[in-house]
């Protein structure tokens, strides 16, 4: 059937072409070509430079309408590498067909044009390459299905009600209900996992997008533990939008007195030092001492390593 749904999206094309879409030997497609005029599919031959298979002019199957399934996949199929990971490849790549088939001869050329001019990448930078977690084919159909699912995460058995999945920097993460809350679990943590075959009532109200906001700017505030305080000049101020952390901007901004000092809030020490050298000679340390000193050492340091003397 891809085949007839290629041949009513395109119009034409020669078993060559038909083969290498379809990943098959063009001795393949000559015998589909055959199994399907003897079942009453009205495809011919083309001779001549310009030839190939066509089907017959107004003949339109009936297979064009989409599944609930190949509907959802098809939104996401401007993420290849995640669909492949979770295993709806095959399904997002018969929608496309069913889509393309569908279009009419004026818009038939939409799909290559938007390909052309966007593209999603979702990984990080400098990405191992290492192959999807084992729990993320599982998880992927629970999701889609609403069925509970029973896992092991961290050592501990838990049955959850798995609502979606986000991929994040290359990193798999689930948002799922446990109990009455709902909860964030990174999917490599996950040991074997069981798809249960009783299905759950999503929540009406549960937005993925609005809870992996506030959960990923949770997460950001929870890391900055430590709070500095600097002097910073004009120029410090400016370049502090580009140094400090995202969460911690806003507070620090509303505390920046007209004398330059600011309360930042930062991970840690060690991290705050290499945020400060940044700053250069914009920034004094005035607390806590121990950063104080340790720029101070850094100071002199490279004042050394500059004098002409």
């Known amino acids: ?12 094309m020669t078993a060559a072409e038909l083969a290498k879409e379809l990943e098959v030997s063009e001795r393949t497609v000559h015998r589909d070509v055959v199994a399907l005029s003897a079942a009453g599919v009205p495809v011919y031959a083309d001779r001549g430079r310009r030839g190939g298979y066509r089907l017959l ?42 889509a393309a088939a569908a279009l009419s001869p004026a818009l038939r050329d939409a799909p290559a044009t938007a390909a052309q001019r966007f593209h999603l990448d979702a990984p990080g930078w400098f990405a191992a390459g290492d192959p999807p977690p084992a729990a993320l084919a599982p998880l992927a159909r629970a999701v889609w299905s609403d069925r509970r699912v029973l896992t092991a995460y961290k050592g501990n058995q838990r049955t959850l009600e798995p609502y979606g999945l986000v991929l994040k920097a290359g990193v798999w993460y689930l948002a799922a209900r446990l ?38 700017a949770e997460f950001a505030r929870s890391l900055l533990r430590e709070v500095i305080t600097l002097r910073l000049s004009e120029a410090g101020v400016r370049l502090l939008r580009h140094i400090a952390d995202p969460a ?3 507070d620090a901004l509303a505390s920046l007195q ?37 720029v101070a050492d850094a100071a002199a340091r490279m004042a050394g390593l500059y004098d002409q003397r």
């Open 179 to 216: 109990g009455t809350r709902f909860l964030t679990f990174r999917v490599d943590r996950f040991g074997e996992v069981t798809v249960l075959p009783e299905s759950f009532d999503r929540d009406p109200a549960f937005d993925l997008a609005a809870f992996w906001g506030e959960r990923s």
């Open 57 to 98: 002019d107004g003949y339109r199957t009936r297979l064009t309408g989409l599944d609930r399934a190949e509907a959802e996949a098809l939104f996401l199929s401007g993420v290849p590498a995640a669909m492949r990971e979770m295993g709806l490849q095959d399904v997002a790549a018969t929608a496309r067909l069913k």
């Open 258 to 294: 007209p004398d330059g000092t600011v309360r930042l809030a930062v991970e840690s020490v060690p991290v705050a030092y290499s945020q400060v050298l940044r700053l250069g000679p914009e920034a004094e340390v005035l607390d806590p001492p121990e950063l104080r000193a340790m």
């Open 1 to 12: 059937m891809s085949l007839v749904l290629l041949l009513q999206g395109r119009g034409g």
């Open 248 to 250: 911690a901007l806003p």
